[in-house]
Nanobody
Framework: QVRLVESGGGLVQSGGSLRLSCAASGRTVSIYRMGWFRQAPGKEREFVAR????????YYADSAKGRFTISRDNAKNTVYLQMNDLKPEDTAVYYC???????????WGQGTQVTVSS
């Protein structure tokens, strides 16, 4: 019911920055919050950051705190992840997801690759 499309990934050197975007379409009125997750090959998918679309309340994983910033533009139905001071361990496929009720990540994008070289 919600389609999510990530963009903005790429190759960057250690210490560099990237801004990821996630555009939502479909039943966007049903979205309560959106979040970013990442998964490296052979590893479990892990939470990165989330934001409520109404009040803009944010929450970050410890690995992202102080370096990453999640934001949203409700008029564009888009959420962003500004990533600064990137490290090789940030290399992963980054996925966005939407949650209709604050407890269920119901819809997922296809992901965008972020590669950080040393």
């Amino acid at each position: 019911q919600v389609r999510l499309v990530e963009s903005g990934g790429g190759l960057v050197q250690s210490g560099g920055s990237l801004r990821l975007s996630c555009a939502a379409s479909g039943r966007t009125v049903s979205i309560y919050r959106m979040g970013w997750f990442r998964q490296a090959p052979g590893k479990e998918r892990e939470f990165v950051a989330r934001i409520t679309l109404n009040g803009g309340r944010t929450y970050y994983a410890d690995s992202a705190k102080g370096r990453f910033t999640i934001s949203r533009d409700n008029a564009k139905n888009t959420v962003y992840l500004q990533m600064n001071d990137l490290k090789p361990e940030d290399t992963a496929v980054y996925y966005c997801a939407s949650d209709p009720n604050g407890s269920t990540w119901s819809d997922w994008g296809q992901g965008t690759q972020v590669t950080v070289s040393s």
